[in-house]
């Protein structure tokens, strides 16, 4: 069996979300550029982070699936 994976070159894309809700309660929020919430930051990052560990564990999905018929 053999996996192929195209489009690793680049950096997914990824968006700053307006909105976040934290593990430990509350709302963090970002309207625009310029004004944000005091937490947001700090969210924001974990935001990456798991969206990070995510896109890791989504290639090993694809590079271990592999199946001979």
Not at 14 to 28: A, L
Request: proline share 6%; with cysteine.
């Amino acid at each position: 069996p053999m996996v192929v994976c195209s489009g690793l070159a680049g950096a997914p894309q990824r968006f700053s979300d307006q909105v976040i809700w934290p593990q430990d309660g509350g709302v963090e929020v970002r309207p625009n550029k310029d004004l944000r919430s005091a937490g947001y930051e700090a969210a924001d990052g974990r935001e990456r982070h798991l969206a990070w560990c995510e896109q890791i564990r989504l290639l090993y999905v694809a590079c271990t699936r592999a199946e001979s018929r």
